[in-house]
């Protein structure tokens, strides 16, 4: 398989004037202009989210589950992901918040940041037994996963084979708070698009045990609306350690490796990836990449500016142990965190399957770029002018959709018809 | 086919430039992570020497079914003693150099290592030529 065809990030048509900026910004390439709106090309999409950022429509949404989902389970846990926590002020503690999940339909409440606590303990044992090698990457960013699968695959074998702490909590609920019940279902709290597409379609697993993901989006009004009058209760036990996932380099320190590296931002981290594939960073162990802003605070379906909601979750951190001291209803996972599979490489960027045939188009797209104005303008629908000489060598687009390139076959046109305006027959010629 | 790319020699933030699009190059033919992997750094070895000590230059790629040719030619100072060069621990790099974390001396050793075919030309006072090859695994596999 080449990556789902089911992709979270999608576009309003309604909303989509046509206008280029998103194309410029998408680090797989993966968005051409069409008949006048932005086409997602599944195979090369990584769920980042950068659209979505980036969009001045608002056209670029991402699809997530309604709260209407919770209906068809008689017992509703959620899942809140820690920048959850940060997305209100100071006045509304995370017991608060969590209280205030159960008054929207949820029977129970799991939180992410106690499940990122084993994952940290589980990444750095994994890590000391890999014994000299690294950097090892954290495959706990969906859009990071799946940009290594496009663009870098020859990095997939650094992948820390561990699951994610959504997947984790998810597991934990059901093979331990509810064994053996099938009438459970549990609910991702998402700052993250590409949570919804790896709980449909997951990551170095056969099945995610994830049933929905409500954006942070859409349960923040209700949400907001509970927290004023719902009765506070002592709920929250995850420690700073976890609640610090939110975060860049959070999850650096709660797995505690020295030597370890923090990335944030989608196109800081393909620079550090370049640099990882020349065979620099030889000094690190460690790699915790993710594809927002500040980490998952910076996270698409948020509602808070992402570098307010990391001052808020570091002032949490510290209160956080308190809470974490409370009794436990598991001490440790309990399960396994492993992956099923390994993380394949996705051929998106490929020009043709057969690398014979894929030569000759790389030759040609080679001249076609020699021709082109360089200018990247995007006014083709691709994002460069190289983006845009792969498409024509490979049937996608003619060489005369550049507008420069339009504009001189008119000019020479014009020339020529000039030319032969000039010429008359012999016969009629009276000079 | 060929690819050219013009190396500058006075800009260490640009170094990489041309290593980094002989591999997407490479990602755009569907060649497998291993030999990307081994291209990028060889050439990147290379392309940061060429920098350092050959004061720039071109390098070319040469692409077939089977392997990637790079040929890295500068008019730099030379090599003198090639064997001491290709000691791992070996280096005639700057201190500053040495400071951004560059030049020590792994540069040769490690591009024999990743490459299958490491050939070096040099003479003193006119310049050095390195030859990368690298062979595909599985032409055309490797990728799902």
Avoid at chain 2, 6 to 25: I, T, Y
Wanted: net charge negative; charged share 25%; with cysteine.
């Amino acid at each position: 398989m080449n990556g789902p065809s089911f992709h979270s990030v999608t576009l309003d048509p309604a909303k989509c004037k046509g206008c280029t900026t998103c194309i410029r910004f998408c680090p797989t390439e993966a968005i051409r202009v069409r008949k006048g709106r932005a086409f997602i090309l599944d195979e090369r999409c990584i769920d980042c989210g950068e659209c979505i950022r980036t969009c001045p429509n608002n056209a670029k949404k991402a699809v997530s589950d309604p709260l209407s989902v919770l209906a068809d389970y008689a017992v509703r846990v959620a899942l809140p992901a820690p920048t959850l926590y940060s997305q209100f002020d100071e006045r509304f503690s995370v017991d608060r918040i969590l209280s205030a999940l159960l008054e929207l339909g949820f029977t129970d409440v799991f939180e992410v940041a106690r499940a990122a606590e084993f994952v940290a303990d589980a990444t750095a044992e994994w890590i000391a037994a890999a014994g000299d090698g690294g950097p090892w990457i954290s495959s706990a960013c969906p859009a990071v996963v799946k940009l290594l699968q496009v663009r870098f695959p020859s990095l997939l074998d650094r992948l820390v084979p561990i699951i994610s702490p959504m997947e984790a909590a998810a597991r934990i609920v059901k093979e331990r708070l509810y064994p053996g019940r099938t009438d459970v279902g549990v609910f991702f709290i998402s700052p993250c698009a590409g949570k919804v597409t790896v709980s449909r379609y997951p990551l170095g697993l056969a099945q995610s045990a994830v049933d929905g993901v409500i954006a942070i989006k859409d349960i923040y009004l209700p949400l907001r609306n509970a927290l004023s009058s719902v009765v506070e209760r002592p709920i929250s036990r995850a420690g700073a350690r976890g609640v610090a996932w939110a975060h860049i380099d959070g999850e650096s320190d709660a797995v505690g490796v020295p030597r370890a590296l923090g990335v944030s931002g989608i196109s800081h981290v393909i620079s550090v990836f370049e640099a990882l594939e020349n065979g620099k960073m030889k000094d690190v162990k460690f790699i915790e990449a993710l594809a927002c802003p500040a980490g998952c605070v910076g996270g698409p379906l948020t509602v808070e500016n992402p570098y307010i909601a990391r001052a808020r979750v570091r002032a949490l951190e510290r209160s956080a142990n308190d809470r974490a001291a409370r009794e436990r209803r598991v001490e440790d996972a309990g399960i396994g965190l492993g992956f099923d599979e390994a993380v394949r490489a996705r051929s998106g960027l490929r020009l043709a399957p057969d690398l014979l045939k894929a030569m000759i188009m790389l030759e040609e797209t080679e001249v076609v770029v020699e021709s082109l104005p360089g200018l990247d303008c995007g006014s083709c629908g691709a994002p460069t002018c190289r983006a845009f000489a792969e498409d024509v060598a490979k049937g996608d687009a003619v060489i005369a959709g550049c507008i420069f390139k339009l504009r001189e076959n008119v000019r020479k046109m014009a020339e020529e018809l000039l030319s032969m305006e000039s010429i008359q027959p012999p016969g009629l010629d009276k000079d | 086919m060929k690819l050219r790319y013009q190396v500058s020699g006075d800009d260490l933030s640009l170094a990489g430039k041309a290593s980094s699009e002989v591999k997407r190059a490479l990602g755009r033919l569907g060649v497998d992570p291993g030999a990307i992997k081994r291209t990028a750094v060889s050439m990147y070895e290379a392309e940061m020497n060429m920098v350092i000590h050959g004061g720039g230059g071109v390098a070319v790629a040469e692409f077939s079914p089977e392997r990637i040719v790079i040929t890295m030619e500068d008019s730099g100072p030379g090599i003198a003693d090639l064997d001491l060069a290709m000691q791992e621990g070996y280096s005639t790099a700057p201190e500053w150099i040495r400071e951004m974390g560059f030049g020590a001396g792994m540069g040769l050793p490690n591009m024999k290592r990743n490459s299958d075919e490491l050939r070096i030309e040099s003479e003193v006072g006119k310049g050095t030529t390195v030859t990368i090859v690298i062979i595909f695994s599985v032409p055309g596999g490797g990728q799902a």
